[in-house]
Nanobody, 122 residues
């Protein structure tokens, strides 16, 4: 049974930074895909970034490319999302999720955390 628990959300001023963490349990030594998604009020959930658990390959949405960095520590079983130069459009609930493969498609992800809220004030 995979469990994912996000933390690190909060209130930050525009231009600031936050680092989200996703503590994972139940992962095996398989090159799973792990991803971050977000859902803003009144909007659909959208892909943010993904990483392969073993090899560390990464993929980003165009809206966060160059500002956000996804990483993982598979010894500690934690995935991170470093978010820099935040703006009001980054305000959302952020979710981490696990998929059997490397993908940006939310429908492929089988396990989800409960989410952590990020609010960017202008």
């Amino acid at each position: 049974q995979v469990q994912l628990v996000e933390s690190g959300g909060g209130l930050v001023q525009a231009g600031g930074s936050l680092r989200l963490s996703c503590a994972a349990s139940g992962l095996t030594f398989i090159n799973h895909g792990l991803g971050w998604f977000r859902q803003a009020p009144g909007k659909e959930r959208e892909f943010v970034a993904a990483i392969t658990w073993i090899t560390g390959s990464t993929l980003y949405s165009t809206s966060v490319q160059g500002r956000f960095t996804i990483s993982r520590d598979y010894v500690k079983n934690i995935m991170y999302l470093q978010m820099n130069r935040l703006n009001s459009e980054d305000t959302a609930v952020y979710y981490c999720a696990k998929a059997p493969r490397f993908t940006q498609s939310s429908s492929v992800y089988t396990d989800w955390g409960q989410g952590t809220r990020v609010t960017v004030s202008s």
